[in-house]
């Protein structure tokens, strides 16, 4: 007894101090699976990618339906300007979050 004590009480650090794995962060939004079906069209593709690359440059992307549509307008508003957006920009990620936005 005296001998597995110690034993354990190394497994047990040992395991502690081991590596953490993490999933690794994907590309793509995550989407729910009660999102409305919505053709992604070519002005919709450039909103994400825009919305994917400048919004996601300085923090954690929110998905499109965790706000509404209306929602949706004085965040882009807000944040187009702390992204560089110019109003072609801006107006295409608006359509991109709000096609997918609550209604």
């Known amino acids: 007894m005296k001998k597995f004590f110690p034993l354990l009480l190394s497994m047990v ?9 993490v999933p690794a962060k994907t590309a ?7 999102a409305p079906a919505v053709e992604l069209t070519e002005s919709l593709k450039a909103g994400k990618q825009l919305y994917m690359s400048k919004c996601g440059n300085c923090h954690g992307l929110y998905r499109a339906d965790d706000y509404t549509v209306k929602a949706w307008l004085p965040i882009i508003d807000r944040m187009s300007v702390k992204a560089k957006l110019n109003e072609s920009e801006k107006m295409s990620v608006l359509a991109y979050v709000q096609a997918f936005s609550k209604k």
């Not at 650090?13 to 794995?21: D, E, L, V």
């Not at 793509?28 to 009660?34: A, D, I």
């Open 13 to 21: 650090f040992i395991a502690g101090c081991s590596k953490k794995t």
């Open 28 to 34: 793509e939004l995550p989407v729910r699976v009660t």
